[in-house]
């Protein structure tokens, strides 16, 4: 018996398959929005969820936005008389800086400066007494597919040791940010998930 000729599907049915899948990936595709989770991934590959991110759009377009660290995953490290919220590993304490000053607490799809300035840490040796402010760490994010991702780059925390100038504006500009390479500090990067 002589094998059928491969029937080929109508044009319409494709494109509507094509259509359906798009939408489904639309749907699913990561947006400022609701609650994520923060996670810290480390250089020797451990994965640390830190907290979450409240994310809410606004009327005027841009995207409030509230850090809730789990203090339950921290240790407390008094440091140069005060007290830090602390992770440890890889040899490194690293400690969550909470922004001390008022600000906007939005962000933009294109903006997340404000966010960033959320995200501040400083790192320091088990050993070392003292909190250095010039070890300060600030995550770059990035937005993909499935979230936010934040490189390190070192800043001075010094500069935010009295409220600065422009309260509207995030302080730590790229020209006072410098990229720290791979694999150099224990966090090596956050993510918003």
């Known amino acids: 018996m002589p094998a059928r000729p491969a029937r ?7 494109t509507a398959g094509l259509a359906a899948a798009m939408a489904s990936h639309t749907a699913t595709a990561w947006e ?14 451990q994965r640390l969820t830190l907290g979450t991110v ?12 509230a850090v ?6 921290f240790t407390d490290h008094f440091l140069s008389m005060k007290e830090f919220k602390c992770v440890e590993g890889g040899g490194e304490v690293s400690c969550h800086v909470p922004y001390p000053y008022p600000n906007p607490g939005t962000v933009t799809p ?10 501040l840490f400083l790192f320091k040796l088990p050993k ?7 070890n300060g760490l600030y995550y770059r994010l990035e937005r993909t597919d499935a979230g936010l991702v934040g490189r390190p780059q070192s800043i001075d925390l010094n500069l935010i040791s009295a409220p ?9 500009r790229p020209a ?9 500090r224990w966090i090596d990067r956050i993510a918003i998930e």
């Open 8 to 14: 080929i599907a109508p044009f319409w049915l494709l």
């Open 32 to 45: 400022l929005q609701g609650t994520k989770t923060l996670v810290a991934h480390t250089r020797d590959q």
């Open 164 to 172: 600065p100038a422009q309260t509207d504006r995030p302080p730590y």
């Open 176 to 184: 006072l940010r410098d990229d720290v390479a791979a694999g150099v």
């Open 54 to 65: 409240e994310f809410t759009p606004r009327p005027d377009g841009r995207i409030a936005f």
């Open 128 to 134: 070392e007494f003292g909190a250095k402010l010039w």
């Open 110 to 119: 294109t903006d997340l400066g404000w966010l960033e300035h959320h995200l």
């Open 68 to 73: 809730h660290m789990d203090h339950a995953k």
